[in-house]
């Protein structure tokens, strides 16, 4: 009985604890390898709630899925979890990568109250219009060789192989994740140089639209800035970042982490219990 009665409360609790956004767009899911947080993705998934949800692309992994089949109930879980989430309301949005570029050919076509469209244009509640798209295609490197996309990415595999066992020593010891890769593209000249370059890129096709800002994934870096007037902003990833863009009511664009969503209310929860 006092089992049942703790998890009725915890059940309460987390209902309780959802956290309400008018938007959220996320992307880079890698669904279907490994690498995939597919986990704290589906704790972040069940713990937000908006009107609209923007998935921009890369949400499944066509690429590895053709080298290794790679697909565990959790990835099953989280996409259970979308189409519920379209079937009680939400508007949910795909709009394809590089890394799911087969469902290109569906672009203007809905399955199951998901809407399959190339990029649009998002306006904000404070009335700003932000073209939102995946951001393959000002990738140069996709554009010109997309062998060396290939190549990349099964090198980008092996570093979050190793990134995995060297989180999983760094957990045993008591100590926060760290991403390797990441740290990688913030060294080496020539990433930061890529990076800032796609970034420009974009923000420059935003302007010749006459919008206010562009929201893209692709990168795998979290970022929101104001470039040369126009505000970009990158939603990250769900294999290193494990970040959001969310827009609140009142249509101020964040970016938010599992980290924000599920760890700091526990912490707050035991601070209550230690004052009890």
Known sequence: MQKHLQHTKHTKHAKKDIKHFRTIWISDLHLGTPGCQSKRLLEFLKA??????????????GWQLKRRWFWDQTHNNIVQTVLKKAKKGTNVIFVPGNHDEAARQFI??????????????????????????????????????????????????????VNQIFNHWRAR??????????YLKLKVKNAVSYITKFEDALADEARKRGLDG???????????????????????????????????????????????????????????????
């Not at 923007?54 to 992994?61: H, K, N, P, S, T």
């Not at 219009?129 to 996309?149: E, N, P, S, T, Y």
């Not at 209310?265 to 209550?272: A, G, N, S, V, Y």
């Open 108 to 161: 203007a076509l809905d399955f199951g109250g998901i809407q399959v469209r190339d990029e649009l244009v998002h306006t904000t509640a404070d009335g700003k219009r932000m073209l939102v798209l995946h951001g393959d295609r000002f990738d140069g490197v996709i554009a010109c060789a997309k062998w060396l996309a290939y190549l990349g990415d099964s090198l980008y595999s092996v570093i979050l192989r």
């Open 48 to 61: 937000t709630e908006s009107e609209t949800l923007y998935l921009v692309g890369d949400i499944i992994d």
């Open 173 to 182: 010891a008591g100590l926060p994740y760290w991403s390797l890769s990441q």
């Open 214 to 276: 562009v929201i893209c994934g692709h990168i795998h870096k979290p970022e929101i800035r104001e470039i040369n007037g126009i505000t970009y902003c990158n939603d990250g990833d769900w294999v290193e970042s494990l970040s959001a863009l969310i827009e609140e009511a009142d249509g101020e664009l964040r970016l938010i982490t599992w980290h924000d969503v599920m760890l700091q209310p526990q912490r707050e929860d035991i601070k209550q219990v230690a004052l009890v």
